[in-house]
């Protein structure tokens, strides 16, 4: 167990609908990630946060959108689903968010859109 | 734009053999971050080892260490006296660099099957 909690586990929907994934990072972490992981794009990192402010960003299409919360919290939310968002999302999070830092991965939340 | 490429989709070994899973990477960079990360049958993600660009010293980590060439960008992971545990979907993948934030950047990954 990493520390880091994400619910819901699986979540299954229907094209055009909105979703909200939520992380909780491990205590003591001021960073969180969100990674996407489908068998056609491989691990791709989407967003970082830090203490509530955006830090990097990478791959995350407009449709998605996240955000870290004053007690650090994230939720990445997904709307207009298409087939192609089916994936495993995982959360990571870490202390500093720095590139040294070590990053603890969730279990995911496996997103299944129909 | 780094990358990381990962060029052997599946590897096996025979359980107590050693393994060598294979990575390279492109960067403009002198300082970053590699890692290697274990994806077990459970899909959590672990981390195995990790190496900073600075230490020319591979890092270890009990059975696992790695060969780090950084003229060659080449960045591969031994792992010794395998087990079944072993069995798992692993990652390279590289961090850092200038902006320094923690944002990593995978390879597609090798699976490797551990034969009793």
């Known amino acids: 167990d990493s520390g880091v909690t994400q619910t819901p586990k699986h979540l299954i929907t229907a094209t055009g609908q909105r979703v909200t994934l939520r992380c909780s990072p491990r205590s003591g972490d001021l960073s969180v990630y969100w990674y996407q992981q489908s068998l056609d794009q491989g691990l791709q990192f989407l967003i970082q946060?830090?203490?509530?402010?955006?830090?990097a960003k990478g791959n995350i299409l407009e449709r998605f959108s996240a955000q870290q919360f004053p007690d650090l919290h994230s939720e990445l939310n997904l709307s207009s689903l298409e087939l192609g968002d089916s994936a495993l999302y995982f959360c990571?999070?870490?202390?500093?968010?720095?590139?040294?830092?070590?990053?603890?991965f969730g279990p995911g939340t496996r997103l299944t859109v129909l | 734009a780094q990358t990381v490429t990962q060029s052997q989709p599946e590897m096996s070994v025979q359980e107590a053999e050693t393994v060598t899973l294979s990575c390279t990477y492109d960067t403009s960079e002198s300082d970053y971050y590699l890692f290697w990360y274990k994806q077990p049958p459970s899909r959590q993600m672990i981390l195995v080892i990790r190496?900073?660009?600075?230490?020319?010293q591979n890092a270890t980590e009990n059975r696992f260490s790695v060969n780090f060439q950084k003229a060659a960008k080449s960045f591969s992971l031994k792992i010794s006296d395998s087990q079944l545990g072993d069995a798992a979907m692993y990652f390279c993948?590289?961090?850092?660099?200038?902006?320094?934030?923690?944002?990593?950047?995978f390879g597609q990954g090798t699976t490797l099957q551990v034969k009793p």
């Open positions: 993948a590289y961090g850092g660099g200038s902006s320094n934030t923690g944002k990593l950047i």
């Open positions: 946060y830090y203490n509530g402010e955006e830090r």
């Open positions: 190496q900073e660009a600075y230490k020319q």
């Open positions: 990571a999070s870490s202390v500093v968010g720095t590139g040294d830092d070590e990053q603890f």
